[in-house]
């Protein structure tokens, strides 16, 4: 494939589409031991086989999930899933008890969720008066109008549909493994596929209504006086700990308090909503990395770490700034004296420091933004913010693109550049759609596709701006731009230019995309309108900054403006360069190396080794290219 642009492109979808499979393999898996776990008791008893069809079926899934636990990618917690899930398969193949069974397939549930984390999670709180709407059109038919599983067509199945007021079922059952349940259903039975069916809003909502059909009123009001009367266990029972642990994991690492109150939350998912869900996470995050390092694992403390900001703090933080924008630098330095503590293998007791440090900033950030959400203003300088700072990079570059072809006269260069940007534009709403309805990306994937879009263009915008400025004084060149550019650009240079509008524009939108999902996650309706406004506002200053851009850029002699737009090009790439290669490190692909000196976001200057020899390199670069064409006049 030689084409730049389609091979640019294709690498993104890749990346993308990794993801995606990632993602539901291990929700598949969590679905596979929770399955085991709950009906192996219908195919063994005391040793004995009491349904063929039963055992069958429980062989032949402890078999996929080894074969699937083999399969994921390595990480510190894999070797455990790989002897537990061997252990599984064996305790199935010498009929061992319920109970040892039961608690193997807990322990592979557990530990696939500590160790991979949660793939998918809702965008906000389930709506259980439609669920229950769904519930009579889509699944009471063979489970019935209450759940029994006795509706008129699940006398004809084989097995029975689930009876979903079953204590013991839904003690052994997870979120996340009856969503993935009612998403992809269960081969060999009558449980039916609903991901193509239903929407992702709606699957949740039906997730949420039948893990909760077992709780009965005395139940949820323990639940609910436990949330109400016992400091931090809402913090414990955050939404990763309620999706991805069944009832039973709960009550035998927190307690029955806990039990009652992931009980009550099941059919009031609005009270676990009522928090913010980002904070909550990089809390839960926080505290892990500090056990996980405190007990040797270190990977494991980098990677609870990087996602305590990545999925939790970075999301909010356009939000934080907007109210307390000192406030936002803070927590931020203090998120990355624990990354730097664990990086650099200090001692356990002043990594516990720098994470409890960085708790009271999050303590204070959620002191900062409680309340019914954002007020109007704060959401509409968050909004404002969010699109203009990640506009205005993608705006620079096309604008100089496209002021280049119209100085040069060449119309057929600046249709591949519109070519470029409407393309990225089209990628933006399938990543919304998708970001929206079908997966959810993890900060790390997040981070990655930022990051390799970002040094592809670095390295673009620097040969791009290099050329440019090269040929500035090149009055034979520049002649011969007046004259013949349109038909000297040949088609590798033509993609070149639809590649790098691509790529500069996709990497902001795919990013703000999240962003403007976090924000409107945390504003109340009162606000809602607010965004738009900020949009509006966002949209109409890079507006002027391109009409400015513009009519300047026309108005300069062709070699000053060649050398203005190379130089403008050459500090984009710098910009790029700095933002990718952290990026990279947030995703934790590259080491990080701190340095005591200050952040300047704008230029994409953070205080890394890495970042900041990379951006030396360059500068040196370009210092070489430009004395060597010098030295050539």
Request: glycine share 10%; net charge negative; proline share 3%.
């Amino acid at each position: 494939m030689k084409n730049p642009f389609i091979r640019s492109l294709s690498l993104c979808l890749l990346v993308l589409l990794a993801v995606s499979a990632q993602a539901a393999g291990q929700t598949a898996l969590v679905q596979l031991a929770e399955y085991i776990g709950a009906d192996y008791i219908n195919a063994v008893e005391d040793g004995e086989i009491i349904s063929a069809e039963e055992y069958a079926e429980m062989t032949e899934f402890a078999g996929l999930l080894r074969e699937g636990v083999a399969a994921l990618p390595e990480a510190e917690g894999k070797a455990a899933l790989v002897t537990q899930s061997d252990a599984l398969a064996q305790a199935i193949g010498a009929r061992a008890g319920n109970a040892d069974v039961k608690q193997l397939a807990q322990s592979i549930r557990g530990t696939l969720v500590g160790t991979y984390g949660i793939p998918v999670r809702p965008a906000s709180a389930p709506d259980m008066a439609h669920a229950r709407t769904l519930y009579q059109q889509q699944c009471a038919v063979c489970h019935g109008d209450d759940g029994h599983g006795d509706g008129p067509a699940g006398a004809m199945l084989e097995p029975a549909p689930t009876d979903f007021h079953d204590l013991t079922r839904f003690e052994g059952r997870s979120l996340l493994g009856l969503y993935t349940t009612i998403t992809d259903g269960v081969e060999g039975t009558g449980m039916a596929a609903f991901g193509e069916a239903l929407g992702d809003e709606d699957r949740w909502a039906l997730t949420f209504l039948v893990g909760s059909f077992a709780v009965d009123d005395a139940l949820a009001a323990r639940g609910s006086e436990a949330l109400e009367n016992l400091p931090g266990l809402a913090r414990t029972l955050d939404l990763d700990t309620l999706l991805g642990s069944a009832p039973e994991d709960i009550r035998d690492r927190h307690g029955e308090a806990a039990y009652a109150a992931s009980a009550y939350l099941r059919g009031t998912p609005d009270a676990l909503f009522a928090s913010n869900r980002f904070l909550d996470h990089s809390a839960a995050q926080l505290r892990e990395a500090n056990r996980l390092y405190r007990d040797g694992h270190r990977d494991g403390a980098r990677s609870a770490a990087l996602s305590a900001y990545l999925d939790g703090f970075e999301m909010i933080e356009q939000q934080l700034a907007a109210v307390d924008g000192a406030l936002m630098r803070e927590a931020e330095r203090a998120f990355m004296a624990v990354r730097e503590a664990i990086e650099r293998r200090r001692p356990a007791a002043e990594v516990s420091t720098a994470v409890d440090a960085a708790l009271a900033q999050l303590q204070r950030a959620a002191d900062a933004l409680e309340g019914d959400g954002l007020s109007p203003m704060a959401t509409a300088t968050a909004s404002f913010a969010i699109l203009f700072r990640e506009g205005l990079e993608a705006l620079l570059i096309v604008a100089a693109l496209l002021a280049f072809t119209r100085k040069a006269n060449a119309p057929r260069a600046t249709h591949y550049i519109h070519l470029g940007w409407i393309a990225a534009l089209a990628a933006g709403a399938v990543t919304w759609y998708v970001a929206a309805t079908l997966i959810s990306f993890s900060g790390t994937a997040r981070e990655l596709t930022e990051g390799i879009a970002g040094l592809l263009a670095a390295a673009i915008l620097f040969y791009m701006g290099f050329w440019m400025h090269s040929h500035a004084n090149s009055q034979k060149w520049l002649g011969y731009i007046r004259d013949k550019v349109d038909n000297a650009l040949g088609s590798g240079t033509l993609w070149a230019l639809v590649l790098v509008s691509f790529v500069s524009v996709y990497r902001e939108i795919f990013e703000t995309i999240l962003f403007y999902q976090a924000l409107w996650s945390q504003v109340g309706a009162a606000s809602q309108a607010w965004v738009f406004y900020g949009i509006g506002a966002a949209v109409a200053a890079l507006a002027v900054v391109c009409v400015l851009f513009f009519r300047l850029g026309m108005r300069l002699p062709l070699g000053l403006f060649f050398r203005v737009t190379g130089i403008v090009l050459l500090v984009l790439s710098f910009v790029l360069l700095g933002r990718g290669i952290a990026a990279l490190q947030e995703a934790g692909w590259l080491g990080v190396r701190y340095l005591d000196v200050p952040t300047i976001d704008w230029l994409g200057i953070y205080p890394t080794v890495q970042g900041l020899s990379a951006q030396l390199v360059l500068v040196l670069l370009g210092v070489g290219f430009w004395w060597r064409e010098k030295s050539r006049r």
